[in-house]
């Protein structure tokens, strides 16, 4: 396909896993981890890939970095196969798994940098001009001397960021970037990689269970649950398929009965703290103007659905249909 960066046909992830039940006695189970997947990627998007723990995100990318062999199906990211070439293809990509760190824990920041200059053989300007890029747009100026075990979290993730970039990969896997960081360094980390996408045309593959990430970075979201693929279309469609809701907190200035406001419904009260849930396809502003009239509002704050959510009541909507479709089959 014409643009088609990355590409999946059919691929499946079968881990073979024994289980010791007894003296001598070995149980052996088949985990199917990603079951027949296909989907492509064009140069340049940014694309969400969410779905709930254990649910095959971690598999698809270690398969698309080459690190595991897909058990069946076709793979290719710029035109290589991953797990047969492996080396020609780390050339191409970046990756950064929040939750583990590719730097020298005891060495200053800056050794990791030019540890990746040699490994990769990065030409010489090419690494300069990188390493300039980053720093600056990354605000590592001040950091480059500090040994990274005594950076905080946020830090951190912006150094193993800027290490993923330093060869220009065309294509960055970034598994929970933004886990754990302030809103601050979330901030930091989502401005720097839109930055990057429309800047250079580097194509972001994103796993991330923070709905805000996706947001405000990606036009496109798949969901993976069971293996399996459950959606792949714009973010909206999916707070439409599992009409998910967001959540007003409300503070008043005194305990008061629940408050109400048409387009929302309170779930929750707890002394003058009340919570309401309203559509997340909706605005919040008329519904904040309507309670700030009506009632001594002394501050609020909205909540977004989490991923795990959303997907419950995509869920809940599939069962139902299905069941729906059952009764009807019945009835005919
Ligand atoms: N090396 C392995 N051996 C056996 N089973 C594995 C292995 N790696 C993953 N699995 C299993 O495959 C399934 C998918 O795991 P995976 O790590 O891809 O999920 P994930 O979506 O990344 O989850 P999380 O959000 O928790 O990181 C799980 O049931 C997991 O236990």
């Known amino acids: 396909m014409d643009g088609a960066f990355i590409e999946l046909d059919g691929v499946e992830k079968v881990f073979d896993v024994r289980r010791k039940t007894g003296f001598l006695k070995r149980e052996r189970r088949q985990v199917r981890a990603v079951d027949s997947i296909s989907f492509t990627?064009?140069?340049?998007?940014?694309v969400g890939y969410i779905g709930p723990n254990g649910a095959g995100k971690s598999t698809?990318?270690?398969m698309l970095t080459g690190i595991l062999t897909p058990s069946g199906g076709r793979l290719r990211v710029a035109g290589i196969d991953p797990s047969r070439d492996r080396t020609r293809l780390a050339h191409r990509i970046g990756v950064v798994?929040?939750?583990?760190?590719?730097l020298w824990w005891d060495l200053p920041l800056i050794d990791s940098y030019r540890l990746a200059h040699r490994m990769y053989r990065i030409p010489d300007a090419r690494y300069r001009e990188n390493l300039h890029r980053c720093v600056e747009l990354l605000e590592l100026t001040d950091l480059l001397d500090v040994p990274v075990r005594q950076l905080s979290l946020g830090q951190r993730m912006r150094g193993d960021i800027a290490a993923a970039l330093l060869h220009d990969p065309e294509v960055l896997y970034l598994d929970e970037p933004t886990i754990g960081l302030d809103v601050i360094s979330k901030a930091k980390v989502r401005g720097f990689l839109r930055e990057l996408n429309a800047d250079r045309g580097t194509t972001v593959l994103l796993t991330t269970h923070d709905l805000q990430d996706i947001e405000q970075l990606c036009s496109r979201v798949m969901v993976i649950d069971h293996g399996r693929l459950m959606y792949d279309g714009p973010?909206?469609?999916l707070?439409?398929?599992g009409e998910s809701e967001r959540t007003l907190v409300v503070d008043l200035e005194r305990e008061l009965p629940p408050v109400e406001v048409p387009g929302a419904r309170v779930v929750r009260v707890e002394g003058p703290r009340q919570w309401l849930a309203f559509p997340a396809s909706a605005s919040a502003a008329p519904l904040?103007?309507?309670i700030a009239a009506e009632y001594p509002l002394v501050d609020l704050s909205v909540r977004e659905p989490?991923?795990?959510a959303v997907i419950a009541?995509?869920?809940?909507d599939a069962d139902a249909g299905a069941e729906a479709g059952e009764a009807e089959k019945a009835v005919s």
């Open 41 to 46: 990627v064009a140069r340049g998007e940014m």
């Open 60 to 62: 698809t990318i270690k």
């Open 97 to 102: 798994f929040g939750q583990r760190t590719t």
């Open 235 to 237: 973010l909206t469609g």
């Open 239 to 241: 707070h439409e398929a």
């Open 288 to 290: 904040v103007a309507r």
């Open 306 to 308: 989490d991923i795990e």
């Open 313 to 316: 009541r995509m869920y809940a």
